[in-house]
């Protein structure tokens, strides 16, 4: 039996692996090897030598067609919620306001008059606590250093 | 994904827009079908009104003055309830997970005040009071460009308006 016969035997013994499904990787490049070295017309050789060109093409980055338009299509739907959510918002605070609101100028001021000066009461109320206070800290203080 | 950013801008924007006076809109919405509650709210577009209107006294220039960089007023009040003492726990608890910073609290007999902020940039845009006393509770929003001490001198002014009204008074009389 020559060299190339029992090259012969090996890579049918070895295709017979591949084809069942139990080569191994080093015997799947030596099969790859083979066929990349023995130029053969067969369709099997055709597809080994696809296979081991496989290899040497560089890592080029996956990217599905479909996928633009899908992220687009997130995007767009992404501002509709995100423009209705607002308008639910704005449509909100608008009932509030509407329902609420005073629409007579004159009670309108009278109301805002009334409540500045129930605010501004309440604020003077609370400064002329806190002079209180830091008059008795001060008071305090002076008894506490005699 | 840009519209997706400028939606999300959109939104933000629209939402601190409306964040003030918030918190009383939505006491608006709880309280809507109570009757016990008056409610009331104040347009910016009411305020820009006032300023047309010639201010005759000292109160009613400072009112003027306090009022013209307003944009919006909302109150909640409530003269016989019962519950006033849980409304004003419940809305002190509202205003501090809201937020807002605290001015000044007072607390007498008769009733607890307190008065909170939200600042930014060194000016109050908002300013919230809570008062609750044995049947009466007060939820009140001022919102816009706040000046703390303009507003107190509103009282001030009315204040003195009164004594020189009483003392008016005294000369008729005698």
Redesign the interface.
């Known amino acids: 039996m020559t060299n190339w016969n029992l090259m012969e035997s090996r890579i049918k013994e070895l295709l017979e692996k591949y084809w069942a499904g139990t080569s191994n990787l080093e015997e799947e490049a030596e099969i790859k090897r083979y066929f990349k070295e023995n130029p053969s017309l067969t369709s099997e050789g055709k597809y080994f030598r696809k296979v081991g060109e496989l290899k040497d093409v560089p890592k080029a980055k996956f990217s599905h067609p479909g996928k633009k338009e899908q992220?687009s299509r997130?995007?767009?739907a992404?501002?509709v919620?995100?423009?209705l959510?607002?308008a639910a918002?704005?449509f909100q605070?608008a009932k509030?306001?509407r329902?609420?609101?005073?629409e007579d100028?004159q009670e309108?001021?009278e109301?805002?008059?009334q409540?500045?000066?129930?605010?501004?009461?309440?604020?003077?109320?609370?400064?002329s606590?806190?002079k209180e206070i830091t008059k008795i800290n001060k008071a305090q203080e002076i008894v506490l250093e005699n | 994904m840009k519209k997706g950013i400028i939606a999300f801008v959109l939104i933000i924007g629209s939402m601190a827009a409306m964040a003030q006076g918030k918190l009383v809109a939505n006491y608006f919405d709880d309280l809507a079908d109570n009757e016990a509650y008056t409610k009331v709210s104040v347009s910016s577009k009411m305020f820009s009104l006032f300023t047309e209107l010639e201010a005759g006294s000292e109160a009613e220039k400072e009112f003027l003055k306090a009022v013209s960089k307003l944009k919006g007023l909302k109150i909640i009040a409530a003269d016989s309830i019962p519950n006033s003492a849980s409304m004003y726990k419940k809305a002190i608890n509202d205003v501090n997970k809201a937020g807002y910073e605290e001015l000044m609290s007072v607390q007498d007999a008769e009733e607890n005040m307190k008065f909170s902020i939200k600042e930014k940039n060194g000016v109050i845009e908002e300013l919230l009071m809570v008062a609750g006393g044995k049947k009466r509770f007060v939820l009140l929003s001022l919102y816009g460009e706040i000046d703390l001490k303009n507003i107190s001198k509103i009282a001030q002014a009315m204040k003195v308006e009164g004594l020189q009204n009483l003392s008016k008074l005294d000369e008729s009389s005698n």
Do not use: C
């Open positions: 992220k997130w995007s767009v992404a501002a919620i995100a423009g959510i607002a918002l704005v605070d509030n306001q329902e609420f609101a005073v100028p309108a001021y109301i805002t008059r409540a500045l000066l129930m605010v501004s009461s309440g604020l003077n109320e609370g400064k606590y806190s």
